[in-house]
T-cell receptor, first 109, second 113 residues
Framework: AQRVTQPEKLLSVFKGAPVELKCNYS??????LFWYVQYSRQRLQLLLRHISRESIKGFTADLNKGETSFHLKKPFAQEEDSAMYYCALLTGGGNKLTFGTGTQLKVEL | DGGITQSPKYLFRKEGQNVTLSCEQNLNHDAMYWYRQDPGQGLRLIYYSQIVNDFQKGDIAEGYSVSREKKESFPLTVTSAQKNPTAFYLCASSTRTRQETQYFGPGTRLLVL
């Protein structure tokens, strides 16, 4: 069965420090992974997808099939990065997303 | 901002009562979804629909029902069979070709009196 694991409920870093939000997955098919973000008082929204290999707001994520991971990284955290981050796996033949439990990122001054 | 709307923002349910949460979208999306968000458990899929008059159970469908009579609308009914309904409910929509890019509503918080 498919599963997405985010081991950290809360990650607290200082402004300017590197950030790594961990995500591991379990899936028998070819994985397609995504990061969604929810800022305070805003709606949940797509941040980035592994297939496009893009950097959004300074964040990148590389799919590592050997380690079944899709960690989200940013070299220098900013205060506005504070939010809830969800890792998601496309499943059901591409018809639905399976979300992880989320990691609350807090960037302190 | 429009796109996808949910109402009401807060809903109170009495024991044994069925309640219906509204979800409407004007994005012309074929696919719509209902999630339940609980602290520490992330988002769990309740039901989803890829086309009008068709829907599938998600991971936690027991105690819930849906209908999809119109493309724009995907109401969720929380029945009395749902023993722990207190949660934050999120509706989302997407195109059928890009179902990983889901647009979410603002959510409805359901509380049991």
């Amino acid at each position: 069965a498919q599963r997405v694991t985010q081991p950290e409920k809360l990650l607290s870093v200082f402004k300017g420090a590197p950030v790594e939000l961990k995500c591991n997955y379990s899936y028998s098919g070819s994985p397609e992974l995504f990061w969604y973000v929810q800022y305070s008082r805003q709606r949940l929204q797509l941040l980035l997808r592994h297939i496009s290999r893009e950097s959004i707001k300074g964040f990148t994520a590389d799919l590592n099939k050997g380690e079944t991971s899709f960690h989200l990284k940013k070299p220098f955290a900013q205060e506005e990065d504070s939010a809830m981050y969800y890792c998601a796996l496309l499943t059901g033949g591409g018809n639905k997303l399976t979300f992880g439990t989320g990691t609350q990122l807090k960037v302190e001054l | 901002d429009g796109g996808i709307t949910q109402s009401p923002k807060y809903l109170f349910r009495k024991e044994g009562q069925n309640v219906t949460l509204s979800c409407e979208q004007n994005l012309n999306h074929d696919a719509m979804y209902w999630y339940r968000q609980d602290p520490g458990q992330g988002l769990r899929l309740i039901y989803y629909s890829q086309i009008v008059n068709d829907f599938q159970k998600g991971d936690i469908a027991e105690g819930y029902s849906v209908s999809r009579e119109k493309k724009e609308s995907f109401p969720l009914t929380v029945t009395s069979a749902q023993k722990n309904p207190t949660a934050f409910y999120l509706c989302a929509s997407s195109t059928r070709t890009r179902q990983e890019t889901q647009y979410f509503g603002p959510g409805t918080r359901l509380l049991v009196l």
